[in-house]
Every structure is written in structure tokens, then in C-alpha cells.
């Protein structure tokens, strides 16, 4: 869309002096900085590949303000991108708070003619989970905190608590998400398997690795699964990037940002994004490891929050279930699922089939961030790239075997067992 197109639809894009113009002109953003208008602090904190972030601080308050851009910010306006995706943001923001209050920002304001959020400003000691874990920083309510917002948001938007008719509501809703669902599926499972104009990896150390990717007709069917799953499957409303780049921590806080993806999708999508960055993390440490620390002892902690993660969610999961067995939820009615030992038979069968969702989704989410598009910090900021090719190519060969593999595994254990086996690239 040309930009005079744009600027009729109420659309333009804010710098540090329109942004401050337009505070002054929303109640609901000017209450929450006291009012106190004249000496504002912005800053623009934008790091993603997609919006314009600014942090705007007062004497009385704090906001942050998030703009989507028409394109792809990493990439310029050759790459078009629908600001649409600012709506559906700011509307899973709210459900999921509604759903997790302890562990999603409170939305203040969305203006839908100029894609705009204004959100709760997570104020500092806290910051992005991802740089906390090239850091080497442990957090010891991190599973705790990441279990009950994985369970709260995807139980409470699945069958198994609404009804069909209000869940194909919620459905319709966010099926004109179609656009970031679609650059999903074209960075995920579709660019990493063939030769795409945007793909990369640590050359020329993994070129061949990359090229293995492209010819392995094994992988190419089990992802071919999973894309089918991505785009059918409408089991709950997903985040949709659910990465440790979409959290920001403290020791004792967690919250999840970043929701513009959201859609309804296959609950193991976001559960296996979360693991799998975590398992990317675990593999990078050896490239950040020096004299003064090994990383050895954090690389057990990650592993054991990757263990944690999963078994306290499988918990969280059920006990929710068991709740609200006799509810609206119309996967599992009552009369017919009569007798607790049927009920625990299908809790089973159900969690079974999520735990292989979610490690194949995971693998996915690994290797796309080693010969795809969009690589990760964990990787990237370690400068020899002799040594950021070895990490790479441990974690893209574990993740090859979990996809090919997945359901094989009965337990995280198992899982974690296998991605200590891979020491050597």
C-alpha cells in the first residue's frame, strides 16, 4: 500500500515528536504517565525483525508503545507486512490476561487506524529471557512461572473447557491472522527444506549441513506433517512466537510479550517453540563458556528447567482438566466419558499425542534458526565462528533426530538423555 493510501486510513508512522503529540492527545496513555507531559524520556528499544518499540518514561509513570510497520522492519519495504497483526496482539493480549494475569502486561490502550498498543512498560531489573541465558543467569521460577501460563492460556482456549460454538467464534477471529500464519509457515517448515532467497547459515562451515537439510527425504515428510498440523489443527489460541526472545525475566518475575502471531493452532507449537529455544540455549553455552566459568553446572540448569517445563505443565494441564471435566467443554462430554479410569485414559492419550506435538514442533523451531531466515542471539553473538558452526551443528543434528524421532520418547527424560548425547559435531 503506498503511503498516501496509508496516511487516508489514519495511518503514519510516529517518531520520538509525533509520538509525544499523540500521547497528549490519549487520556488513557497520559493518565498512566501522571499527566506530567512536558520533560518525557522516549526511548526506541525496537531489536525485533517487525515494529517500532518505544519506551516513554514521566516523573509520575511509564508506558510502552508499540507501532507495527507496514513491512518487515529486518528486511525494509521490499518485504510487506500487514499492520493488521498490531489487532490481533493487542486482542490476545487481553485474552490471555484475562486468563494469566500474573505472567502477560496489561494492554492501556489500542488505536486499530494507526496499528498501535500501549502496554505496561516491564520495568527494569527485567529483560529479554534470551539475553539472561547467553548470560548465564539462572532463574529459579522460570518453569514454575512458564507451566501455569502455557496451561492456563492453551487449556482455557480449547475444547476442552468452551464449546464448539464459541470456540469457532474464537476461531473465525483469528483466522484473518492468515498473513503471519503464512510467513510461519514459509520460514518454519517450508524455506529450510529447499533453496530460498533468504536462507542462511554459518558459512562455510555448515554449508553442508544446510545442503543435508534440503536433501533429506525423511525430514521433508515428517515436516510435511507438521505444516499440515500448523495450518489445520485449531486446538487453542496460541502466542504463536512463543520464544525466549517473547519473555522478559527477573528472579521472581515472567512475562510474556510479543503475541502478534497469535492464531488458534496446535497447542504443541507453542509449548514445543519454548522447549526448543530452551534446548538451542543449552547447546550455545559451550561457545560462551570461558576460563572463569565452564557453563557446565548452568548447562544442567537448562536442562532441568527444560525437564521441569514440560512435567510441571503436563501437571497444570490435567489438574485444570479435572477441574472442569463437568464444565462446557465439549471434547470429552461427561455422559459419555462416565467413569474416572475412562477419563485418565484419555487425559493419557490426549497428553501422549501433545508431548510428541511438541517435540516435533520444537526440532522444527531448531533447525529453522540454523539454516533459515531468522537466527538467534544464543548462536549469533558467539564471534568465532568456527565454534558457533560446532554448537550449531550439535543442536541441528539432535534436532533432526527429535523430529524424526518424536514418537519414540515417553518422557522429557528421555529427551533430555538424548540431547546430552549429542557432544561431539
Known sequence: MAAAEEQQQG????????????????????????????????????????????????????????QALPYVRCVGDSWPMTRERAYFEASALQKHRSLCPDHVPEVYHFDRAMSLIGMRYIEPPHIILRKGLIAGVEYPLLAEHMADYMAKTLFFTSLLNNNTTDHKKGVAQYCDNVEMCRLTEQVVFSD?????????????????????????????????????????????????????????????????????FAFYGPMGFDIGAFLGNLILAYFSQDGHADQANDRKDYKEW????????????????????????????????????????????????????????????????????????????????????????????????????????????????????????????
Open 192 to 260: 529450510p527444506y529447499m533453496l530460498a532467497k533468504y536462507n542462511r547459515c554459518t558459512s562455510p562451515f555448515l554449508d553442508n549441513d544446510a545442503a543435508a537439510v534440503r536433501e533429506d527425504a525423511e525430514l521433508k515428510l515428517e515436516i510435511a506433517e507438521l505444516k499440515s498440523m500448523f495450518i489445520e489443527r485449531a486446538q487453542a489460541l496460541l502466542h504463536g512466537d512463543f520464544h525466549t526472545g517473547s519473555i522478559m525475566v527477573t528472579a521472581d518475575s515472567t512475562q510474556v510479550i510479543d503475541p502478534e
Open 11 to 66: 495511518f503514519h508512522p510516529l517518531d520520538e515528536a509525533s509520538l509525544v503529540a499523540y500521547i497528549k492527545a490519549t487520556p488513557a496513555l497520559a493518565a498512566r504517565l501522571g499527566g506530567r507531559l512536558d520533560a518525557l524520556t522516549i526511548k526506541e528499544v525496537g531489536d525485533g525483525n517487525l515494529n517500532f518499540v518505544y519506551i516513554v518514561l514521566s516523573e509520575a509513570g511509564s508506558v510502552v508503545v508499540k
Open 302 to 425: 537448562i536442562l532441568k528447567t527444560t525437564e521441569d517445563s514440560w512435567n510441571l505443565f503436563h501437571k497444570k494441564f490435567v489438574e485444570l482438566w479435572n477441574k472442569h471435566k463437568d464444565g462446557n467443554g465439549e471434547a470429552y462430554l461427561p455422559p459419555i466419558y462416565n467413569s474416572p479410569e475412562l477419563v485418565s485414559l484419555a487425559q493419557k492419550k490426549y497428553m501422549t499425542s501433545l508431548f510428541h506435538d511438541s517435540l516435533g514442533f520444537g526440532a522444527a523451531k531448531m533447525i529453522r534458526r540454523i539454516v533459515g531466515i531468522a537466527h538467534v542471539e544464543d548462536f549469533e553473538s558467539i564471534e568465532d565462528l568456527s565454534k558457533r558452526a560446532s554448537c550449531e551443528r550439535r543442536a541441528l543434528n539432535c534436532a533432526k533426530a527429535i523430529l524424526k524421532g518424536r514418537r519414540q520418547f515417553e518422557s522429557i527424560e528421555q529427551v533430555i538423555v538424548h540431547v546430552q548425547s549429542f557432544t561431539r559435531d
